[in-house]
């Protein structure tokens, strides 16, 4: 039987062997990252722009209408002959709004690579926006910001727009907000963040790194940004263990989610970061785990890092009953202390006691797998549900990487960084971010 050390040493070994990725800035300042696969059955094409959902500003939602407008642009195709080239590529681009990027994936094989790459191109190149475009964009978001979100996610952004201030991470625009976004709002923010030097594009599978290079260039290379360069996203602090209470009728159970503001994936502190979010919240001996579930106060619990360009967030989840009946009125009541104090005392164990070798060590291998063969429903949530199996997942790393300032190296030298860490850094890491959690309540209304 193989043992999960050796396991994750060959799949890495794997990556790394047929990956060889390589860099090259064109003179627009756009990044691209071409690693071949030979043999692969697809070539995938993903476009990293660096425009997190703090650059709306003051105007929520604009973002998300010309992400969706600029998508569909392609200036000088009629209809017809752009879903020609849409299926001879294997299908139209995708879009994906994360909390820190904007990011258009399109699949294709070796042949059509330069017609998916003017499809992609078209997504960040094109910005002349037409009223009809961006009303067409406000409806597909309409769409997208109206799919129904149970109480947990609603405390776990409650959270998010919590820990992150003033940066709304993870939250939706209102439709209210959608409407209220103008043409002229949406050419100010293509002017301001779709440009070259905020792009990194990652080429990957049956395509020799020569002739990607040639397409990339020929598509991008003459693509000049206009107007003033956008300010650097804010750094992101720990807040002062803050609360806040929800009651809704949406829910006869109670959703707890609490969590700290770590540092981002750049920092030095992350891969130390990253393990005590596994020590806190991942598989069935994790703190929070044993805590919650041993104690009889939870009925689910889960775990999940959020790092982002510029901060992390770790948070836990919990659901559990808000009623215990009173023996003297023999009527429920609602009890939430007692389960939001075991959280908190689970979620600050490890800047207390820090981990024993042993545990460390189990901890780092659980981690390690999860980054090479990630298992959805076990695995902690983004980034570490994606694995390094399939050819995106090893794209998206590619560009993940390099889009949040580490370079694509730190693919290859993450997993390192975490067999680095010692108990002692670890401990530190806890203390300096996980002492103050913060917190939210969702809870039914008064029985």
């Not at 920092?267 to 020590?279: G, I, Q, T």
Request: aromatic share 8%; charged share 20%.
């Amino acid at each position: 039987m193989m043992r999960w050390g050796t396991l994750v040493v060959f799949a890495l070994a794997v990556a790394v062997a047929v990956a060889q990725p390589v860099r090259t800035v064109l003179p627009n300042g756009a990044k691209l990252i071409t690693s071949p696969e030979p043999g692969a059955p697809w070539v995938i094409a993903m476009a990293f722009l660096k425009a997190g959902e703090d650059t709306d500003q003051d105007k929520p939602g604009t973002r998300w209408v010309t992400a969706q407008a600029a998508y569909r642009r392609h200036a000088l195709l009629s209809p017809s002959e752009l879903q020609h080239i849409s299926a001879a590529v294997g299908g139209g681009v995708k879009l994906f709004i994360e909390r820190d990027h904007l990011r258009y994936e399109v699949y294709t094989t070796g042949k059509w690579l330069e017609n998916a790459l003017f499809l992609l191109g078209g997504a960040a190149k094109h910005g002349e926006l037409t009223a009809d475009e961006v009303e067409a964009a406000k409806n597909e978001v309409k769409t997208s910001i109206t799919a129904p979100i149970g109480p947990a996610a609603e405390a776990v952004n409650k959270l998010l727009l919590e820990a992150f201030g003033g940066h709304p991470f993870g939250t939706r625009p209102t439709l209210e907000q959608v409407d209220a976004v103008t043409i002229q709002d949406c050419r100010d923010y293509y002017a301001r963040f779709f440009r070259p030097n905020l792009l990194t594009l990652v080429i990957a599978g049956e395509v020799p790194g020569e002739e990607a290079l040639r397409v990339a260039r020929q598509t991008l290379g003459g693509w000049t940004a206009s107007g003033p360069e956008p300010s650097p996203a804010p750094d992101i602090l720990p807040p002062e263990e803050p609360f806040e209470l929800v009651r809704t009728a949406s829910t006869t159970s109670a959703y707890l989610a609490a969590g700290f503001v770590g540092p981002p994936p750049a920092s030095k502190d992350f891969p130390a970061f990253a393990l005590v979010a596994a020590a806190l919240g991942k598989g069935e001996t994790s703190v929070l785990a044993r805590t919650m579930r041993g104690s009889g106060a939870a009925y689910q619990v889960g775990t999940g890092l959020v790092p982002t360009v510029s901060g992390s967030l770790l948070f836990a989840t919990v659901q559990f009953s808000p009623f215990e009946v009173d023996p003297t009125t023999h009527r429920p009541e609602v009890v939430l202390t007692k389960t939001r104090e075991l959280a908190k005392d689970a979620l600050t164990s490890l800047a207390k006691d820090g981990l024993g070798a042993a545990e460390l060590a189990s901890v780092k291998r659980r981690l390690l797998v999860d980054y090479q063969l990630a298992d959805p429903p076990r695995a902690m949530p983004a980034p570490f549900v994606q694995g390094h199996q399939r050819l995106r997942d090893r794209a998206f790393w590619l560009g993940w990487w390099e889009m949040v300032g580490c370079g694509y190296e730190m693919d290859v030298g993450f997993p390192k960084a975490v067999e680095q860490v010692t108990a002692e850094e670890l401990l530190s890491v806890a203390r300096k971010y996980c002492s103050r959690p913060s917190s939210v309540l969702v809870v039914p209304l008064e029985p």
